[in-house]
C-alpha cells in the first residue's frame, strides 16, 4: 500500500520557519497558514505559533505541534480541536525572519545560505 502523506519537505527548525507555511492538523486537513513565531529570546525559548485561520488568529502551542517540515507545520491537534484553538495573548513577543537575510557576497551571508539559519527580529 502506498505511503498517502503528503510530500512536506524536510523537518527543519523553527529558526527558519516562514510567514504562509501551512498549519495542518493529525488527519492532515488545513488549520491555516503561520502569521508568526513567538519565541521568548532572553530565555532562547520556541513559545509555539499563530496561525491565520479562516476565524481569524489562533495559538498553537509548542506542545501541540508534532513537526516542522520545508512546507508545513504538522500537529498533533484533531481538526475539532484546531477550531476551538484559543485567539493569540495581545503583546505576547512575535518574531519573523528576514527573508532578505544572508542574500549579501561576505563570507558571513554565505554561511548563512549553506547552513539555512535565518535570524529573527521582532516584528513591530
Known amino acids: 500500500m502506498p505511503d498517502e502523506t503528503p ?14 507555511t501551512a ?8 488549520i491555516g497558514v503561520v502569521e508568526h513565531v513567538l519565541y521568548v529570546a532572553e530565555e532562547d525559548v520556541f513559545d509555539g505559533i499563530v496561525v491565520e485561520t479562516p476565524a481569524g488568529l489562533r495559538f498553537v502551542d509548542r ?4 513537526r516542522i517540515f520545508q512546507r508545513c507545520v504538522l500537529t498533533v491537534l484533531t481538526a475539532e480541536q484546531a477550531r476551538a484553538l484559543p485567539p493569540p495573548e495581545p503583546g505576547a513577543p512575535a518574531y519573523a525572519t528576514d ?15 549553506l547552513f539555512g539559519k535565518g535570524r529573527w527580529h521582532p516584528q513591530s
Not at 7 to 20: F, M, N, Q, R, W
Not at 23 to 30: E, I, L, R
Open 7 to 20: 510530500d512536506y519537505g524536510s523537518p527543519i527548525a523553527y529558526l527558519v520557519l516562514e510567514k504562509g
Open 23 to 30: 498549519v495542518v492538523a493529525s488527519d492532515h486537513s488545513s
Open 99 to 113: 527573508p532578505g537575510d544572508g542574500v549579501g557576497p561576505s563570507l558571513h551571508d554565505h554561511y548563512r545560505r
Open 63 to 66: 506542545d501541540d505541534i508534532d
